[in-house]
């Protein structure tokens, strides 16, 4: 980017963000917006250079421009999912490949370098990589190449794949700490950083070198391994995110931002604390009123300062500044006052709790029945001899007994879990017999059930003001009833005291202490119910992707994924697990590129003096071998990698097989 001139065009902003020309237009629009409510001149299709480092990157020197202001800056904004084909594992794929792009470099860094920065990560236990001499890490990402995958996996898993998709960020250094070999530390603050704050959440991150302050991008995914997802506001920037940035800067030994050390007017109250005691005085405000003036009237008269527009404002007396009623919560915006001073004395709205789980349970389709060993003593002449020759070759007959029982016991069970997972497919995927449908299903009834447990919390929520009164008579219920029924005259005070807040029911909401206790206990028992019923769906997705991933109901499947269509892995789970090493050829074709038929060769080897399996894949055109790899001579992630790129590049994604066993070749160790 070119410093030197005073305006920034839209032609180098599409290049330095990577964006569309419409994207880059949107931005000098905005950016002259500012700058005209700020009292500047502005000129239509260009912005101020300056202005521009200042809002993207934290510049803002006015002696100097391309000087990082004093100290680390960070800026982060949402990646949302887009309407249409925009969808969220689009806008997180995008997000990654952006900061990917070795143009975004500046230029390669050279060997030399790279073992330096890679001998300061020594003890990071992410995998560090270069890639065009750009850098790269990920957190809870076991293949940077497929991380867009891998969390899309985590969204879908959860149902939640809407809304913020990905958080999107950039920390930068001053000017003068942004030397190339700086890249390491930056990386290692990031790292720090993604634990301290967000410790369950996928991360991927790299350096960036083509600006005058290096700087370090991260995407996250907004929905962590737990299933709980980021909510970041600027209370949460001020007083978590930045105060670690700030910690980790001066650990790795930069600048930190002295701005946000400055003290801050704080709230003699926690805030938490504060916003308890101002919904209590809207809900009573509620209570005694019956109009929204009224209501404003109300808590004017409480001693709030209120102020009422778009959304409605309140400040007590000893707080710093005002805050919107919306902040305390989705029941105190502006239209949940207007439709709950409305709706009132309305009945209870019900909310329901379905049937989504079916109980299919497990049966014992194999038994086995272990063969004991006879005592020496109890054997007879013939089978003493037959062990006696059996340890003379240094075997123990009764270890290789307990060893057999053993592993006939194992497979028995795994075949009775195996039936057991038919089964839910067969239910699941409504007679399809395809294991992607089963999963699916249950995908989408466990988004269906969220929806009603969601409506049944809204629910909750929207009449907690009622329920809190009647919890409050729960205190007094037993010692008013002893008083009432046989005259204890020691609880008066609690008698008096639960008629007080019976009538409140009667008098605010037009409720009876039945109703309210009937709603309170339905409500609860359907959200048990609902979450009785998400734990085993989930069990039961796990079942059924547990062993469609390791091979075994493949034949359920409408179409093989390409990996587990190679069978390596299930090769490799049979010889651990049996000790059954057998030969396999197969053919794959995929539906996507006729051009190509993919052999793979499975056969038993041995490895030093151990007994393993090989598999060989060979891509042919034409009969003609034009690619093979072989696990021979590679671990199990580079053979992995490599089957991940011939998918890429061939472009497969589903795939028939054609498969032959051979039989006379199998053995057991």
């Not at 930056?186 to 083509?210: I, R, S």
């Not at 085993?536 to 091979?551: D, F, P, R, T």
Request: include cysteine; proline fraction near 2%; charged fraction near 30%.
């Amino acid at each position: 980017m070119d410093n030197s001139k005073t305006f920034i065009t839209v032609a180098e902003i599409e290049n330095v963000l990577d964006v569309s020309e419409s994207k880059a237009y949107r931005i000098v629009r905005t950016l002259n917006v500012e700058l005209k409510q700020k009292g500047f001149m502005v000129i239509p299709g260009r912005v101020s250079r300056q202005y521009f480092n200042e809002r993207f990157y934290g510049i803002q020197n006015p002696d100097k421009e391309g000087v990082m202001a004093q100290g680390i800056v960070v800026k982060i904004w949402n990646v949302k999912a887009g309407s249409g084909t925009r969808s969220a594992s689009a806008q997180i794929s995008d997000s990654i490949a952006y900061i990917e792009n070795p143009e975004k470099t500046g230029y390669s860094l050279d060997i030399t370098s790279a073992n330096q920065i890679e001998n300061e990560l020594t003890y990071v236990t992410n995998d560090i990589k270069t890639v065009n001499g750009l850098y790269v890490g990920g957190r809870h990402i076991t293949d940077i190449s497929h991380a867009t995958e891998e969390m899309m996996q985590v969204k879908e898993f959860f149902g939640k794949l809407d809304g913020r998709v990905a958080t999107h960020g950039v920390i930068s250094l001053d000017e003068e700490e942004s030397d190339s070999k700086n890249a390491g530390k930056l990386m290692l603050l990031l790292d720090d950083l993604m634990q301290k704050v967000f410790p369950q959440h996928q991360v991927v991150y790299a350096v960036h070198t083509n600006t005058e302050n290096l700087h370090i991008h991260f995407i996250i995914n907004t929905v962590g391994l737990d299933g709980k997802k980021i909510h970041m506001d600027n209370k949460f920037m001020k007083e978590v995110f930045e105060v670690a940035v700030n910690k980790y800067a001066v650990t790795y030994g930069f600048t930190p931002n002295e701005t946000w050390k400055k003290e801050r007017n704080v709230d003699s109250m926690p805030f938490a604390m504060r916003k308890i005691l101002i919904r209590k005085l809207i809900d009573h405000a509620i209570e005694q009123t019956d109009t929204f003036d009224a209501f404003i009237a109300y808590l004017r008269t409480d001693g709030l300062t209120v102020n009422v527009g778009k959304q409605v404002s309140v400040q007590m007396e000893d707080m710093p500044k005002a805050i919107r009623t919306g902040q305390l919560g989705e029941n105190y915006s502006i239209k949940s006052i207007q439709e709950r001073l409305v709706t009132k004395f309305d009945p209870f709205r019900r909310g329901h709790a379905s049937d989504f789980y079916e109980a299919i349970m497990p049966e014992e389709m194999a038994r086995i029945v272990p063969v004991r060993m006879k005592k020496y003593k109890d054997m007879s002449q013939d089978e003493k001899n037959e062990v006696l020759h059996l340890l003379k070759l240094k075997r123990n007959p009764w270890q290789e007994s307990f060893r057999d029982n053993w592993q006939m016991q194992k497979m028995a069970d795994d075949l009775n879990q195996v039936a057991y997972v038919y089964k839910l497919v067969h239910y699941y995927s409504k007679g399809t017999d395809s294991s992607s449908d089963a999963k699916k299903e249950i995908i989408d009834r466990r988004k269906d059930l969220g929806a009603e447990r969601k409506e049944l919390r809204y629910l909750q929520k929207r009449y907690k003001p009622i329920t809190d009164i009647y919890e409050e008579m729960k205190k007094y219920m037993v010692r008013a009833y002893l008083y009432e029924a046989y005259g204890k005259t020691d609880y008066i005070a609690d008698f008096m005291k639960y008629k007080e807040l019976s009538q409140r029911l009667k008098t605010s909401f037009d409720k009876s202490v039945e109703e309210v206790a009937d709603f309170v206990a339905e409500t609860k028992a359907q959200i048990f119910y609902l979450k009785q019923q998400e734990q085993e769906l989930s069990k039961q997705y796990v079942a059924i992707k547990k062993y469609a991933e390791q091979g075994k109901v493949q034949s359920l499947a409408d179409d093989y994924s390409f990996f587990h269509a190679i069978g390596h892995s299930e090769a490799v789970y049979q010889a651990k697990q049996y000790g059954i090493y057998a030969s396999d050829l197969k053919y794959i074709t995929p539906e996507d590129n006729k051009d190509i038929v993919i052999r793979v060769m499975t056969t038993p080897d041995m490895k030093g003096d151990k007994p393993t399996i090989t598999s060989a894949i060979a891509v042919m055109k034409n009969g003609i071998i034009v690619r093979e790899i072989s696990s021979k001579n590679m671990g199990d992630k580079k053979f992995n990698q490599a089957i991940y790129e011939i998918q890429e590049e061939y472009g497969i994604k589903k795939c028939g097989v054609v498969k032959n066993m051979v039989p006379r070749n199998a053995r057991h160790v």
